[in-house]
């Protein structure tokens, strides 16, 4: 555990005493609220620690590591922005999974590139937004936040 954690952790404990000496009933209260909203999390986080725990085990972390660390990183970065794009994954899942393969082995760069593509541009979306906004307001915000996102996860490769 880093010292944030502990430090967090340390506070935390902390703030339960001091609002379990000021109201004892409110503080009980509240944390059996919060063990129900912890069962009702427990599918969700389950859920994202296995497909995280499925992608790092179909993909081996040398690969990983030798496509998104060790090649060429504007490839692997457009290769990611790419992947960023086509894939619809929630961001609760997709930012413990860009963790995770940053600790395999992967360049920030690429990893940038990945997360905000996934937010920012929407190709499984598409229809929908064509549908809504029309086909080319829907072409230009993709097409400029892929460009952006490039751009992005360039300058976060140049400053982290």
Do not use: H, W
Not at 70 to 85: A, D, H
């Amino acid at each position: 555990m880093d010292i944030f954690s502990i430090i967090f952790l340390i506070i935390s404990i902390i703030g339960l005493l001091i609002s379990f000496i000021k109201d004892k009933d409110k503080t009980l209260k509240s944390m059996k609220k919060n063990m129900k909203m912890m069962k009702n999390m427990f599918g969700s986080i389950f859920g994202v620690l296995l497909l995280i725990g499925l992608i790092l085990a179909i993909i081996p972390p040398d690969m990983i590591k030798k496509i998104m660390g060790e090649s060429n990183i504007y490839l692997s970065t457009i290769f990611s922005t790419i992947v960023g794009s086509i894939t619809l994954i929630p961001a609760f899942v997709a930012f413990p999974l860009a963790g995770s393969l940053i600790d395999a082995g992967a360049n920030i760069a690429p990893i940038a590139g990945f997360l905000t593509t996934l937010t920012m541009v929407g190709v499984v979306t598409f229809p929908i937004e064509k549908e809504r906004f029309g086909f080319k307001f829907s072409i230009q915000r993709n097409l400029l936040s892929f460009g952006f996102a490039i751009i992005i996860s360039i300058v976060m490769g140049v400053i982290i």
